[in-house]
């Protein structure tokens, strides 16, 4: 029997296409290697395997005189455990929705289904996405398939560890200070923080730009098919782009080789990056100079990043949290509890102060791509880490403050409101991987899309997914 965990999604999903392949073969292939691989990363926490396969019947004898070309045809997907599937259990990784069923699909959900996906699975992420290492007092922690005693990072971790252990083909992401990006890195595969909007979602403060949905995958070619699956306009999301949209996946066929990049290993703001992490992505940037890529030193002012992040998302912890804390504290774990509180601290004037900086920001940062057509720097300070830790206190000798300290990197971009590919650029001398962020100017998907396969190519690493986790 093919192995076809192996494939990659555009190859698997042309096998579909082509009806070289059932997509029951493939839901079986999937819940073959997922109970094979599972109990040593537990990426995968809820199954729904009959819901897969009556899909996949369904897919079977669908009409294909009409279809998008995004379709997929039948493809198994998993799914971010606070993401609802209909039927299915979501818990948000939280012991208050322990036992809760998702009433019906969330709007990522239904646009990736009526799109040809099939959800296999639930992914696992700390509790209510907080963080960046993935465990929760529902399902324990999800452990790193380069290395089963280190983080998967968080919080989309359960996400990036089923794609590096093969166990799905594609799989969905949320990013508010690097929750795609940080287990990219840390996984070896490859995600996108697109623009706020691209990708339509509910959330209980509509226009608020911090918080997106993305896809995640082996390599940028599927990432971008994923991307066309999801990306569109929503009448429940004002923020969701009328379009009509490129084709993404036809901008990662056509490798686009930068003519100006500017770098950075800590945008000036990091107050340590790891030495290997930092010598790794130097030498990234490196190679691109070698091909005859301008590569300038350099990086927008982000000074008040790292404040600002903090004020607007503790006021996102309000609208998120403050009611169930009233009730239900005795069931949060501290992190959130003392976010949730921060942010009830804050006076109206310190929150509106932050909403004003980031507008600065924002357009600092779109003057400074008026001279390069990409910033790159690392995806997070670190390289992964012990898996009971709850987060790094310190790297290199030099201590952070809070569980958000070693997410410098990933959380000032966020601000930005700029789409950024997070894909892999080397190991350390431990044989852990390391991630680079491609960050592109605002709403250009498909110009970042396009030079993220050309860095890819350079690099030449994302070959090398999927793996058998690998332990002590």
Not at 75 to 93: E, F, H, M, Q, Y
Not at 168 to 196: E, H, Q
């Amino acid at each position: 029997m093919r192995e076809l965990w192996k494939l990659t999604a555009q190859e698997a999903v042309a096998l579909l296409k082509n009806r070289e392949v059932a997509p029951r073969e493939l839901v079986d292939a999937a819940a073959a290697r997922i109970e094979s691989t599972n109990s040593r990363i537990n990426a995968m926490v809820t199954l729904c395997l009959e819901r897969a396969r009556q899909h996949a019947v369904r897919m079977e004898k669908i009409d294909r005189s009409d279809l998008p070309p995004q379709f997929l045809y039948g493809l198994p997907i998993g799914v971010k455990d606070n993401t609802d599937v209909a039927g299915v259990r979501c818990t948000s990784g939280s012991r208050i929705y322990a036992e809760r069923i998702a009433p019906a699909n969330d709007i990522v959900v239904e646009r990736l289904e009526a799109n040809g996906a099939i959800v296999i699975g639930k992914t696992n992420l700390p509790e209510f996405a907080a963080g960046g290492n993935t465990f929760n007092d529902v399902f324990g922690a999800t452990r790193n398939p380069w290395d089963t005693r280190m983080s998967a990072s968080g919080s989309s971790g359960g996400s990036a560890a089923a794609l590096a252990a093969g166990q799905v083909w594609l799989a969905t992401g949320g990013d508010f200070g690097g929750s795609i990006r940080t287990p990219a890195s840390y996984c070896s595969i490859t995600g996108l923080r697109p623009s706020p909007g691209m990708v339509p979602r509910v959330q209980r403060q509509p226009f608020n730009p911090l918080s997106v949905e993305g896809p995640m995958a082996r390599n940028v070619a599927d990432m971008a098919l994923m991307f066309d699956a999801e990306a569109g306009w929503h009448p429940l999301d004002p923020l969701s782009q009328l379009g009509p949209h490129p084709s993404f996946a036809g901008a990662a066929a056509r490798p686009g080789k930068p003519r100006r990049v500017a770098f950075s290993v800590d945008l000036g703001i990091a107050r340590v990056v790891d030495r290997e992490v930092s010598a790794l992505c130097r030498a990234a940037a490196e190679r691109l100079a070698g091909d005859g890529v301008v590569v300038e030193e350099a990086h927008p002012d982000l000074g008040d990043a790292e404040r600002t992040f903090h004020t607007l998302r503790g006021a996102v912890f309000i609208a998120r949290h403050a009611a169930l804390l009233e009730k239900n504290r005795h069931l949060y774990k501290p992190e959130i509890i003392e976010n949730t509180e921060f942010g009830l601290r804050l006076k109206p004037g310190q929150i509106i102060a932050a909403e004003m900086a980031q507008g600065e920001l924002i357009r600092r940062v779109a003057r400074f791509f008026d001279d390069y057509d990409l910033l790159l720097c690392p995806a997070v300070t670190c390289p992964p880490f012990d898996v009971d830790m709850r987060y790094p206190t310190e790297v290199e000798g030099v201590c952070f403050e809070g569980y958000m300290g070693f997410l410098v990197l990933s959380c000032a971009i966020t601000l930005t409101a700029c789409p950024v590919v997070a894909l892999p650029c080397g190991f350390t001398a431990a044989g852990l991987p390391v991630g680079l962020q491609a960050i592109g100017r605002a709403r250009s998907e498909e110009a970042l899309i396009s030079a993220a396969a050309y860095l890819e190519s350079l690099f030449g690493v994302a070959g090398l997914t999927p793996i058998d986790p690998r332990g002590a």
